[in-house]
Protein backbone atom coordinates (compact mmCIF):
# COMPACT_ATOMS: atom_id res chain seq x y z
CA UNK A 1 0.00 0.00 0.00
CA UNK A 2 1.86 3.17 -1.12
CA UNK A 3 -0.51 5.66 0.87
CA UNK A 4 -2.36 5.00 4.07
CA UNK A 5 -5.27 7.29 5.51
CA UNK A 6 -6.11 7.74 8.95
CA UNK A 7 -7.98 9.99 11.41
CA UNK A 8 -11.66 9.20 10.54
CA UNK A 9 -13.99 8.89 13.37
CA UNK A 10 -17.33 9.27 14.68
CA UNK A 11 -18.15 13.66 15.71
CA UNK A 12 -20.79 15.84 16.06
CA UNK A 13 -22.01 18.42 13.93
CA UNK A 14 -19.55 21.46 14.71
CA UNK A 15 -16.78 19.29 15.91
CA UNK A 16 -13.15 19.28 14.02
CA UNK A 17 -11.08 16.84 12.41
CA UNK A 18 -8.00 16.04 11.56
CA UNK A 19 -7.10 13.38 8.87
CA UNK A 20 -3.77 12.07 7.96
CA UNK A 21 -2.32 10.81 4.79
CA UNK A 22 1.09 8.90 4.73
CA UNK A 23 3.58 6.99 2.98
CA UNK A 24 6.41 4.96 3.57
CA UNK A 25 7.12 4.28 0.09
CA UNK A 26 6.50 6.83 -2.13
CA UNK A 27 9.02 10.06 -2.80
CA UNK A 28 6.37 11.99 -1.30
CA UNK A 29 8.44 15.76 -1.74
CA UNK A 30 7.73 14.13 -5.57
CA UNK A 31 4.06 14.38 -5.81
CA UNK A 32 0.95 16.20 -5.47
CA UNK A 33 -1.50 15.33 -3.18
CA UNK A 34 -5.49 15.20 -2.90
CA UNK A 35 -8.38 14.07 -0.95
CA UNK A 36 -11.57 12.95 -2.04
CA UNK A 37 -14.36 11.46 -0.83
CA UNK A 38 -17.39 9.32 -1.36
CA UNK A 39 -20.59 9.38 0.68
CA UNK A 40 -22.73 6.32 0.55
CA UNK A 41 -24.60 5.75 -3.04
CA UNK A 42 -22.71 8.79 -4.23
CA UNK A 43 -19.86 9.14 -6.71
CA UNK A 44 -16.11 10.07 -5.37
CA UNK A 45 -16.04 13.76 -5.23
CA UNK A 46 -12.79 16.17 -4.84
CA UNK A 47 -12.18 17.52 -1.35
CA UNK A 48 -9.06 19.78 -1.92
CA UNK A 49 -5.43 19.37 -3.37
CA UNK A 50 -2.07 20.48 -2.52
CA UNK A 51 0.71 21.13 -4.77
CA UNK A 52 4.41 19.21 -3.92
CA UNK A 53 5.91 22.25 -2.49
CA UNK A 54 2.65 23.18 -0.40
CA UNK A 55 2.57 26.70 -1.68
CA UNK A 56 -0.82 26.12 -4.57
CA UNK A 57 -3.30 24.49 -2.86
CA UNK A 58 -7.23 23.94 -4.20
CA UNK A 59 -10.93 23.47 -2.57
CA UNK A 60 -13.96 22.22 -3.72
CA UNK A 61 -16.55 25.02 -3.17
CA UNK A 62 -18.66 22.92 -0.71
CA UNK A 63 -15.73 22.70 1.89
CA UNK A 64 -13.84 26.44 1.29
CA UNK A 65 -13.66 28.11 4.28
CA UNK A 66 -13.97 25.28 6.46
CA UNK A 67 -11.35 22.36 5.86
CA UNK A 68 -7.34 23.15 4.99
CA UNK A 69 -5.14 20.93 3.26
CA UNK A 70 -1.10 21.02 4.26
CA UNK A 71 1.69 18.89 3.96
CA UNK A 72 4.98 18.04 5.95
CA UNK A 73 7.34 16.81 3.19
CA UNK A 74 9.88 15.87 6.06
CA UNK A 75 7.53 13.52 7.50
CA UNK A 76 5.96 12.25 3.99
CA UNK A 77 2.69 13.31 5.58
CA UNK A 78 -0.40 14.92 4.23
CA UNK A 79 -3.27 16.58 6.40
CA UNK A 80 -7.04 17.63 5.94
CA UNK A 81 -7.90 19.83 8.79
CA UNK A 82 -12.01 19.78 9.04
CA UNK A 83 -13.18 22.45 10.86
CA UNK A 84 -16.94 23.13 11.61
CA UNK A 85 -18.00 19.44 10.09
CA UNK A 86 -21.96 19.07 8.98
CA UNK A 87 -23.49 15.99 8.65
CA UNK A 88 -23.14 16.09 5.09
CA UNK A 89 -19.63 16.03 4.99
CA UNK A 90 -20.11 12.19 6.22
CA UNK A 91 -18.17 10.27 3.91
CA UNK A 92 -15.09 7.50 3.40
CA UNK A 93 -12.19 10.21 2.63
CA UNK A 94 -9.65 9.05 0.46
CA UNK A 95 -6.28 10.54 -0.21
CA UNK A 96 -4.26 10.62 -3.48
CA UNK A 97 -0.53 11.31 -5.08
CA UNK A 98 -0.50 12.40 -8.48
CA UNK A 99 3.38 12.54 -9.66
CA UNK A 100 2.41 14.47 -12.86
CA UNK A 101 3.23 17.84 -10.96
CA UNK A 102 -0.44 19.35 -11.32
CA UNK A 103 -3.03 20.67 -8.96
CA UNK A 104 -6.14 18.44 -10.19
CA UNK A 105 -9.47 18.77 -8.77
CA UNK A 106 -9.53 15.39 -11.57
CA UNK A 107 -9.44 12.12 -9.84
CA UNK A 108 -8.16 10.06 -12.51
CA UNK A 109 -5.04 12.43 -12.68
CA UNK A 110 -3.71 10.97 -9.81
CA UNK A 111 -1.67 7.37 -9.10
CA UNK A 112 -1.89 6.27 -5.99
CA UNK A 113 -4.91 5.84 -3.48
CA UNK A 114 -5.00 5.46 0.32
CA UNK A 115 -7.47 2.66 1.65
CA UNK A 116 -9.98 5.91 2.86
CA UNK A 117 -10.63 6.50 6.40
CA UNK A 118 -14.39 6.82 7.11
CA UNK A 119 -15.60 9.94 8.66
CA UNK A 120 -19.51 10.39 10.42
CA UNK A 121 -20.79 13.71 11.69
CA UNK A 122 -23.89 13.02 13.29
CA UNK A 123 -26.74 15.64 13.91
Known amino acids: VQLQASGGGLVQAGDSLRLSCTSS????????MGWFRQAPGKERDFVAAISRSGSSTEYADSVKGRFTISRDNAKNTAYLQMNSLKPEDTAVYYC?????????????????WGQGTLVTVSS
Open 25 to 32: VLTFRTYS
Open 96 to 112: AANGARLVTRKGYEYDY
